[in-house]
């Protein structure tokens, strides 16, 4: 989906370097582990992290327990001795939570962000998502693409985003600052597509992965920050599309303008689909 850039300081391996399995089969995180990556120097700093990503997970209605175990951990202490250290377990939404929680203006932070959403958001589409076919994978997350759309629509008409024309623009926005400038119309002329074709059916699972990341998380600002006004609610759909550019930037990935086109439409697929299930 993103790809990190191999010249840089982090890779995948900077998180998955850290990940262990339990006897279930089930992966998870250490706290003090996850510190260090992070780039925490004091722990009960990051801590004060973790509290803040138990809370949002709290208000979730999420049940914290499920995702920030108790345990210890042994670190080691200086000249080789180590020492057992409370710590927890966490899962890899706990550590979605706590990276969107931490400190973005560090670049571990930030690729952490998109790394720990991306895959949280494949675990949540479906289950062994990386042996799903391409087109299984597109139709996957087109789906869940309308879903969130309906979500961002509503906390935009919270916001003051009223009118059809109105959300015109503040979707416009959105495509404007993760494609570097380009609007809808823009985006939809360089697909070659005919006049009543929609964009999002006639993406590929990379380039539909950064813009459900896009809507997800302007849903969410706009709704944690209470954001009023339909100009401060376009300017939020910039600015995180702009951040997802950058963020995909930074980790080496390709610019969603110049991924490739698919030959089939969503729609192709679903049709495809239902033939085999007859």
């Not at 629509?153 to 024309?165: D, I, K, L, R, Y």
Request: proline share 1%.
């Amino acid at each position: 989906m993103f790809f990190f850039n191999e010249t840089s300081d982090y890779n995948e391996n900077t998180f998955e370097g850290i990940k262990h399995i339990n006897k279930y089969g089930q992966e998870f995180w250490y706290a003090r582990e996850l510190q260090k990556a992070l780039e925490y120097t004091d722990y009960r700093n990051f801590e004060l992290t973790i509290f803040k990503a138990m809370d949002a997970c709290k208000n979730s209605n999420i049940e914290v327990s499920d995702h920030f175990g108790e345990t210890t951990e042994m670190v080691e202490i200086g000249s080789g001795a180590h020492r057992k250290l409370r710590s927890y377990k966490l899962s890899r939404y706990a550590c979605y939570l706590i990276a969107m929680n931490g400190d973005s203006s560090k670049e571990v932070i930030a690729l952490a962000q998109t790394y720990f959403a991306v895959k949280t958001r494949q675990q949540e589409l479906i289950e062994d998502y990386e042996q799903l076919t391409e087109d299984q994978k597109r139709l996957s997350i087109r789906r869940e693409m309308i879903e969130h759309n309906k979500s961002l629509a509503e906390a935009a008409q919270n916001a003051g985003v009223v009118t059809s024309q109105d959300f015109a623009i503040f979707q416009n926005k959105g495509y404007q600052g993760l494609y570097g400038g380009l609007g809808a119309k823009e985006i939809h002329a360089r697909k070659k597509l005919k006049k009543n074709q929609n964009i999002l059916d006639h993406m590929g699972s990379t380039e539909l992965a950064a813009n459900l990341f896009r809507a997800t998380q302007t849903d969410e600002k706009l709704r944690r920050e209470n954001i009023v006004g339909k100009e401060s609610a376009n300017r939020t759909h910039y600015e995180v599309g702009k951040k997802v550019r950058q963020t995909i930037r930074e980790l080496g990935g390709t610019m969603p303008e110049d991924l490739p086109t698919p030959n089939k439409s969503i729609k192709q697929i679903e049709n495809e689909q239902e033939k085999i299930g007859e």
